[in-house]
């Protein structure tokens, strides 16, 4: 067993990412309250800062919190390797996972994909961007071939932390996308407070993956 120095505690990683998180949710507000003025600085302060735009600050922060969490389950996937433990594949899978969520978060390449594959199908209410029927299909097929490694592959530390995050995560991704989904279909106010909680939730559940592969790192090198 090789040990990883310098690696910050689960909950520490935690509070380092509040510290960037909250602040970035805060911008998001204040960029949608001063592009109400209508001002040339209104519109560049909601291009920069606002969570439901694109290739900005919040992009920026997520990709990298994404990226950060998946370099911490590789490694935990390299002790399982170092053991050749039972679930060593797993972990690779799900670092690759995550991984890959943040170039997709970055590219945005769930929408195009998922519109196509839901061509057909014509959304309302909290369908009414239907590529999150494309996305509930994808995570109940990851349900599926990750729900052993959940349950007998992780410890209940890790597992604990990759609940959550998932909870999380899922809850904006999803849940929270659905919603404002459905108060963009019936032209109801307020929606873009539901996209700000919605990038909140994804960017604290980014973290929480992250934490869930510290965990098992300290788990593996006792």
Not at 1 to 9: A, V
Not at 172 to 195: D, K, P, Q, S
């Amino acid at each position: 067993m090789f040990h990883i120095p310098f690696l910050p505690t689960p909950n520490r990683y935690l509070i380092y990412s509040a510290a960037v998180i909250l602040p970035t949710a805060a911008l998001a507000a204040l960029a949608q309250v001063v592009s109400n003025t209508d001002s040339e600085f209104g519109r560049l302060a909601f291009e920069i800062f606002w969570v439901g735009e694109e290739a900005n600050v919040p992009t920026f922060v997520n990709f990298t919190l994404l990226v950060v969490s998946s370099i911490f389950i590789f490694l935990a996937a390299a002790q399982a390797f170092a053991v050749k433990d039972r679930w060593r594949w797993h972990w690779l899978a799900f670092a690759a996972i995550i991984f890959f969520a943040a170039f997709d978060d970055a590219a945005q390449v769930h929408e195009p994909v998922g519109a196509y594959f839901t061509r057909n199908f014509d959304g309302t209410g909290f369908f009414a961007w239907e590529w999150v029927v494309y996305g509930i299909a994808v995570v109940f097929i990851l349900m599926l071939l990750g729900f052993r490694f959940v349950v007998y592959g992780m410890k209940p530390a890790p597992r604990r932390y990759f609940i959550l995050a998932v909870v999380v995560y899922l809850g904006g991704a999803l849940g929270l996308e659905m919603t404002a989904a459905f108060m963009f279909f019936h032209e109801m106010e307020n929606g873009r407070y539901v996209t700000l909680a919605e990038e909140t939730c994804e960017m604290f559940g980014s973290a929480l993956f992250g934490a869930c592969g510290l965990r098992q790192i300290i788990l593996m090198a006792d």
